[in-house]
Antibody, heavy 115, light 107 residues
Framework: EVQLVESGGGLVQPGGSLRLSCAAS????????MHWVRQAPGEGLVWVSL????????GYADSVRGRFAVSRDNARNTLHLQMNSLRAEDTAVYFC????????WGQGTMVTVSS | EIVMTQSPATLSVSPGERATLSCRAS??????LAWYRQKPGQAPRLFIY???TRATGIPARFSGSGSGTEFSLTISSLQSEDFAVYYC?????????FGQGTKLEIK
């Protein structure tokens, strides 16, 4: 069974940092693009970042470029999202998503940016 | 950035009836279009990808159609679990983008 389990969310002050992780299982992790998507409370879905199978290519939404960094460890089947200079508007549930046409989503981890 | 527009924002339908949700792209996305259902407190679940291919485990009462800029999701004979928010998403060009969602509610 394909599983994606996010962790690392929590409460952080504006300007702070947080590192999210996503543990993947049930598929060959190194063969898939991976993505992060977020959803602010009561709002819609926004694509945040993507990373290629080998980690060489990445992409970011304009709203997070320069502050967030996506990475992956194919030996440990793990995806990461390093989030720096966090703002109140970054408050959201962050989902890890497996690429390919048949997108598979994790259950998400909540990030709250507040003083 | 490709803008995805869903209509209507809210659709009221009786159980057992048919519902059709629409999604329009600001430029062609070929057939790189997915549909998701999201219930409160849950992650989105993929229902349709490639504009018309049902994801694993999705019943045949769900069907997707369209290509280019105009797409639709049809749910025949609505059941109680179908009442939720539905999102379309294009994955033809980065950044991938979502529609704002259609809330399917019980009439």
């Amino acid at each position: 069974e394909v599983q994606l389990v996010e962790s690392g969310g929590g409460l952080v002050q504006p300007g702070g940092s947080l590192r999210l992780s996503c543990a993947a299982s049930g598929f060959i992790f190194s063969k898939y693009y991976m993505h992060w998507v977020r959803q602010a409370p009561g709002e819609g879905l926004v694509w945040v970042s993507l990373i290629s199978e080998d980690g060489r290519n990445t992409g970011y939404a304009d709203s997070v470029r320069g502050r967030f960094a996506v990475s992956r460890d194919n030996a440990r089947n793990t995806l990461h999202l390093q989030m720096n200079s966090l703002r109140a508007e970054d408050t959201a549930v962050y989902f890890c998503v497996r690429g390919g046409d048949d997108f598979i989503w994790g259950q998400g981890t909540m990030v709250t940016v507040s003083s | 950035e490709i803008v995805m527009t869903q209509s209507p924002a809210t659709l009221s339908v009786s159980p057992g009836e048919r519902a059709t949700l629409s999604c329009r792209a600001s430029q062609s996305v070929s057939s790189k279009l997915a549909w998701y259902r999201q219930k409160p407190g849950q992650a989105p679940r993929l229902f349709i990808y490639g504009a018309s291919t049902r994801a694993t485990g999705i019943p045949a009462r769900f069907s997707g159609s369209g290509s280019g800029t105009e797409f639709s999701l049809t749910i025949s004979s609505l059941q109680s679990e179908d009442f939720a928010v539905y999102y379309c998403q294009q994955y033809n060009g980065w950044p991938y983008t979502f529609g704002q969602g259609t809330k399917l509610e019980i009439k």
